[in-house]
């Protein structure tokens, strides 16, 4: 694997020898990451490789049996719960399933941060949320509740939600994750869009390489619980193990031209 | 020891029944001390009144009534052996301000909205609502319990109110209907018995009974984590149930015996 040196400036995550267990088995075993400022960093492997595990360990929702998880230079797990409170603010979580508020509607789902974490009144909360909702191509659905909305609309809520604080960093666990193709593309164009709007880094887990591949600056592949490449597409590209080449020849064998044109068209000029 | 299909060596299921405890007790403390905090706003607290509390008005004006009528039919037959049918009023409005209106009214809270507030609470666990929250920076249960919390120690107390009183009606219908009584002399007896140790016995066993419900309900759904779809939630569900049902009998006995 490619040690690759840190980034100039201090990292925005910065993972040093992280092991996780789950249910008495290591799932990971001495992962050790930085993710830059305003960076796609990808995490990449196979179903129950352990990476919304990681992505929990990142987001302060599971502690690491050993290593350290610093965000913003501090130590989450070391932080008192007050200071774990206002630095996760700094953070937005887009989940899985999306785990929107069943009892709210869009709209109240992604004001819900502002409403309860700033002293901004109701009008321009509801303007602030509006914001988000647009940029998600949202709006029309703004009064409906979760249990109406599609998969890739609720990931898209989810992600508006995750976002409506201005986060520096974003937490996307699995945005390709029970999509069809072209909703996929649609996601993932969504976050390039809003990493050039906002400039905040994203930390995106996902099993999809050709996702990794159209989104991410730099891929890290978990495999057997370790780090088999860190590096950007092209090195991991370049990367001579036949687990990886293997990866490379299903998804060349599977990957539509016009699904790349698509992500080219609504990407360009971003 | 059989635990979930398997089976399990009783030191480990013992030591799983204590974290268990310990850990409800920790949540418990928890929520007492997030108690003021400011995500408990009024109008959560008005939906969950209403979730709560309003919804079951009408099955306590039922489940009253049908009480009371029963403990006039029964009362009646061993006041009338000593002579003093006349205390009908009485001995049913005792009966039911100190014992039967609060431990019934809780069984029915606990058996209609309970049940609901372990399930709902479990189920976001499931799907990774409470995570979601805690992620948002939004104390899940600031938001999520303490306002499920207030709401039952709010509605317990007026739900065995109105209960006691759908009671007494009942008990003086049937003393009008079957005993040939009189309303006004039912009525004059059940005020004439009841004192206020009698009210603040009920009051006092309703609040500890709500008390009871939201901290087992609550705490059964809060803190499944490993829990995978519905099937769990519906355990879970049903755990809750039981254990808060035997907590209120338990529960009302301590109270009877230290109040008496």
Same mark, same amino acid.
């Given at each position: 694997?490619?040690?690759?040196?840190?980034?100039?400036?201090?990292?925005?995550?910065?993972?040093?020898?992280?092991?996780?267990?789950?249910?008495?088995?290591?799932?990971?075993?001495?992962?050790?990451?930085?993710?830059?400022?305003?960076?796609?960093?990808?995490?990449?492997?196979?179903?129950?490789?352990?990476?919304?595990?990681?992505?929990?360990?990142?987001?302060?929702?599971?502690?690491?049996?050993?290593?350290?998880?610093?965000?913003?230079?501090?130590?989450?797990? !070391? $932080?008192?719960?007050?200071?774990?409170? &206002?630095? %996760?603010?700094? /953070?937005?979580?887009?989940?899985?399933?999306? +785990? @929107?508020?069943?009892?709210?509607?869009?709209?109240?789902?992604?004001?819900?941060?502002?409403?309860?974490?700033?002293?901004?009144?109701?009008?321009?909360?509801?303007?602030?949320?509006?914001?988000?909702?647009?940029?998600?191509?949202?709006?029309?659905?703004?009064?409906?509740?979760?249990?109406?909305?599609?998969?890739?609309?609720?990931?898209?809520?989810?992600?508006?939600?995750?976002?409506?604080?201005?986060?520096?960093?974003?937490?996307?666990?699995?945005?390709?994750?029970?999509?069809?193709?072209?909703?996929?593309?649609?996601?993932?164009?969504?976050?390039?869009?809003?990493?050039?709007?906002?400039?905040?880094?994203?930390?995106?887990?996902?099993? !999809? $390489?050709?996702?990794?591949?159209?989104? &991410?600056? %730099?891929?890290? /592949?978990?495999?057997?619980?370790?780090?088999? +490449? @860190?590096?950007?597409?092209?090195?991991?590209?370049?990367?001579?193990?036949?687990?990886?080449?293997?990866?490379?020849?299903?998804?060349?064998?599977?990957?539509?031209?016009?699904?790349?044109?698509?992500?080219?068209?609504?990407?360009?000029?971003? | 020891?059989?635990?979930?299909?398997?089976?399990?060596?009783?030191?480990?299921?013992?030591?799983?029944?204590?974290?268990?405890?310990?850990?409800?007790?920790?949540?418990?403390?928890?929520?007492?001390?997030?108690?003021?905090?400011?995500?408990?706003?009024?109008?959560?607290?008005?939906?969950?009144?209403?979730?709560?509390?309003?919804?079951?008005?009408?099955?306590?004006?039922?489940?009253?009534?049908?009480?009371?009528?029963?403990?006039?039919?029964?009362?009646?037959?061993?006041?009338?052996?000593?002579?003093?049918?006349?205390?009908?009023?009485?001995?049913?409005?005792?009966?039911?301000?100190?014992?039967?209106?609060?431990?019934?009214?809780?069984?029915?809270?606990?058996?209609?909205?309970?049940?609901?507030?372990?399930?709902?609470?479990?189920?976001?666990?499931?799907?990774?609502?409470?995570?979601?929250?805690?992620?948002?920076?939004?104390?899940?249960?600031?938001?999520?319990?303490?306002?499920?919390?207030?709401?039952?120690?709010?509605?317990?107390?007026?739900?065995?109110?109105?209960?006691?009183?759908?009671?007494?009606?009942?008990?003086?219908?049937?003393?009008?209907?079957?005993?040939?009584?009189?309303?006004?002399?039912?009525?004059?007896?059940?005020?004439?018995?009841?004192?206020?140790?009698?009210?603040?016995?009920?009051?006092?066993?309703?609040?500890?009974?709500?008390?009871?419900?939201?901290?087992?309900?609550?705490?059964?759904?809060?803190?499944?984590?490993?829990?995978?779809?519905?099937?769990?939630?519906?355990?879970?569900?049903?755990?809750?149930?039981?254990?808060?049902?035997?907590?209120?009998?338990?529960?009302?006995?301590?109270?009877?015996?230290?109040?008496?």
């Amino acid at each position: 694997m490619p040690d690759r040196a840190p980034p100039a400036i201090a990292p925005i995550v910065d993972a040093t020898s992280i092991t996780m267990s789950l249910g008495g088995r290591t799932i990971l075993e001495e992962l050790s990451f930085q993710v830059a400022r305003g960076e796609v960093f990808a995490i990449m492997g196979a179903s129950g490789a352990g990476k919304s595990t990681l992505l929990r360990t990142l987001a302060g929702l599971a502690p690491p049996v050993t290593g350290h998880i610093r965000l913003f230079e501090r130590d989450i797990y !070391a $932080l008192p719960a007050r200071e774990l409170f &206002a630095l %996760r603010k700094r /953070i937005g979580v887009a989940f899985q399933g999306g +785990a @929107l508020l069943s009892a709210l509607t869009v709209i109240e789902n992604v004001e819900l941060p502002l409403r309860l974490n700033t002293q901004l009144d109701p009008a321009t909360i509801r303007i602030m949320a509006h914001l988000k909702l647009e940029l998600l191509n949202l709006r029309q659905v703004d009064h409906l509740y979760p249990s109406q909305l599609s998969g890739g609309m609720a990931k898209r809520v989810s992600l508006a939600r995750a976002v409506v604080m201005d986060p520096e960093l974003v937490l996307f666990d699995e945005p390709a994750g029970g999509l069809d193709r072209q909703n996929a593309a649609e996601l993932d164009a969504l976050i390039l869009k809003l990493r050039a709007a906002m400039k905040c880094s994203f930390v995106v887990v996902t099993h !999809a $390489l050709d996702s990794a591949l159209g989104i &991410a600056d %730099r891929i890290l /592949i978990i495999a057997d619980g370790r780090a088999l +490449a @860190l590096g950007t597409p092209a090195e991991i590209r370049a990367q001579d193990d036949s687990r990886i080449a293997t990866m490379f020849g299903r998804m060349d064998a599977a990957l539509p031209a016009e699904r790349t044109a698509y992500l080219d068209r609504l990407t360009d000029g971003l | 020891m059989v635990c979930d299909g398997r089976s399990m060596n009783p030191l480990r299921y013992l030591h799983q029944r204590i974290a268990g405890l310990g850990a409800m007790g920790l949540f418990l403390i928890h929520v007492l001390r997030v108690l003021p905090a400011p995500a408990a706003r009024a109008g959560m607290l008005a939906k969950q009144i209403v979730h709560i509390g309003s919804r079951s008005m009408g099955l306590m004006l039922i489940a009253g009534a049908c009480v009371g009528a029963m403990l006039s039919v029964q009362l009646f037959d061993t006041l009338t052996r000593f002579g003093s049918p006349s205390m009908l009023g009485a001995a049913v409005a005792m009966s039911l301000i100190r014992e039967l209106g609060p431990v019934l009214a809780a069984l029915i809270v606990l058996g209609r909205a309970g049940s609901m507030l372990t399930a709902e609470i479990a189920g976001m666990r499931a799907s990774q609502q409470i995570d979601a929250l805690t992620c948002m920076a939004i104390d899940p249960l600031a938001y999520l319990m303490v306002p499920r919390l207030l709401a039952c120690v709010v509605s317990l107390p007026l739900l065995t109110a109105l209960f006691d009183v759908a009671g007494l009606a009942g008990g003086a219908l049937v003393s009008v209907l079957s005993f040939s009584g009189s309303a006004s002399l039912f009525i004059d007896s059940a005020a004439n018995g009841i004192v206020a140790d009698d009210i603040r016995m009920g009051l006092t066993k309703s609040l500890v009974f709500a008390a009871l419900i939201a901290w087992i309900c609550l705490g059964k759904g809060y803190l499944g984590t490993a829990l995978r779809g519905t099937e769990d939630v519906s355990r879970v569900s049903a755990d809750a149930v039981v254990i808060a049902s035997i907590a209120i009998l338990g529960t009302d006995y301590l109270l009877s015996a230290l109040m008496s």
